[in-house]
């Protein structure tokens, strides 16, 4: 089983990799300590920071990560290695912006929403139950993979 995370404001990219990997993280950039521990205690998840501050706060010492490095890249290799992630396994299967597990779709209710080649060359869509935003494979897919070997230094 998979650990569920809440990423601090300052580890946006972080949070988003993670999600293309399909790791539960939860992110909200405007969000202060005191509500990132009392999301992170109501819902299980494991704090990623980079706050020295909020590392040494007592109620959260057991139940964090610090993320040192500074680059986004350096930043997910450590977490995949410190939680054993393996990054093909749920491969964009989470919307990257919202975190919602995404939905297969029936084509037909792509269109209209997707641009016309997109549409016309396209068979399988997916949906965010959650932001309604939809997703299709495409050249990015094949990018984002190629980001991942190189940042995980798998080459």
């Not at 650990?3 to 949070?15: E, V, Y």
């Not at 990132?36 to 057991?62: F, H, K, N």
């Not at 990054?87 to 964009?92: D, S």
Request: aromatic residues 8%.
């Amino acid at each position: 089983m998979q650990r569920a995370f809440i990423a601090d404001s300052m580890l946006g990219r972080l949070a988003r990799w993670l999600r293309v990997m399909g790791c539960d993280v939860e992110y909200f950039p405007e969000i202060g300590d005191a509500e990132l521990i009392e999301r992170s205690e109501r819902s299980g998840r494991l704090i990623l920071t980079r706050d020295t501050l909020l590392v040494r706060r007592r109620q959260v010492r057991t139940n964090c990560l610090f993320v040192t490095g500074d680059h986004f890249r350096d930043q997910v290799r450590q977490v995949v290695r410190a939680f054993a992630i393996n990054p093909r396994e749920g491969f964009l299967t989470r919307c990257l912006n919202c975190n919602g597990l995404l939905q297969d779709v029936a084509r037909e209710s792509a269109a209209g929403r997707v641009p016309p080649y997109v549409f016309a060359t396209r068979e399988h869509f997916q949906i965010c139950p959650a932001c309604n935003r939809l997703y299709w494979g495409g050249t990015h897919r094949e990018r984002m993979k190629e980001e991942l070997k190189d940042m995980l230094m798998e080459r």
